[in-house]
């Protein structure tokens, strides 16, 4: 299984911050996932990070709203810009692995107040 | 639009009873469906299904699908309470790009 690590693991922001999130592989992929997990939700795919290229966002989220940099293959990071109390959510990042599986990071609890 | 439900929403049993945990789906150009373990933050994976009618275990753990009906199940016999966890079921499409469908999970509790 992969070791993937992320940082923050939980930071409470005020409305209107930025806050970036770091996702860090301990071996090179070609894709990375970005996920939200707002209260009592389930896991939506916010946008897939690929080495070299611009990161593919899927409907309802924006660059502008959540920067996505993929400077190398062991490492992304998210942004949640200009914060509100909405952002407030689980965020997670994942990386496929063997076969159709998906290796979870440990997650940054996200509080917007 | 894909879509992946889950049934029941949440789930409070006691030690040694056994579960059955649904998951449906409609997921186009449906390729497997995912099963995992969310206790804290980060899901964890337990199962992969791909064909229909073979069924996946690992220890008190089972699952099987059914891609006629477009359905799959979570067996847990002999619940424990490190069992207590949110499940959530992923169907996998590859309309376009490669992606998970996840459901909105069952949240079990597991009572001694």
């Known amino acids: 299984s992969a070791v993937i690590s992320q940082k923050p693991s939980r930071d409470i922001c005020q409305r209107g911050t930025s806050l970036t999130i770091q996702c860090q592989v301990d071996?090179?992929?070609?894709?990375m996932f970005w996920y939200r997990q707002q209260p009592g939700q389930s896991l939506t795919l916010i946008a897939t990070a690929n080495q070299g290229s611009e990161a593919t966002y899927e409907s309802g989220f924006v660059i502008d709203k959540f920067p996505i940099s993929r400077p190398n293959l062991t490492f992304s990071t998210l942004t949640v810009s200009n914060m509100s109390p909405e952002d407030s959510s689980i965020y997670l990042c994942?990386?496929?692995?063997?076969?159709?599986?998906?290796?979870f990071g440990p997650g940054t609890r996200l509080t917007v107040l | 639009e894909d879509k992946v439900v889950q049934s029941p929403l949440s789930l409070v049993v006691h030690e040694g009873d056994t579960v059955t945990l649904n998951c449906s789906y409609e997921v186009t150009n449906f390729r497997s469906l995912l099963w995992y373990k969310q206790e804290k933050k980060a899901p964890t994976f337990l199962f992969m299904l791909t064909s229909s009618g073979i069924e996946k275990k690992s220890g008190r753990l089972s699952s099987i699908l059914d891609k006629k009906e477009l359905f799959s199940i979570l067996n847990i016999t002999a619940t424990q309470t490190g069992d207590s966890a949110i499940y959530l079921c992923a169907g996998i499409t590859t309309s376009g790009t490669y992606k998970y469908i996840f459901g909105t999970g069952t949240r079990l509790k597991v009572l001694a």
């Open positions: 071996s090179q992929v070609t894709m």
């Open positions: 994942s990386v496929p692995r063997a076969g159709d599986t998906q290796y």
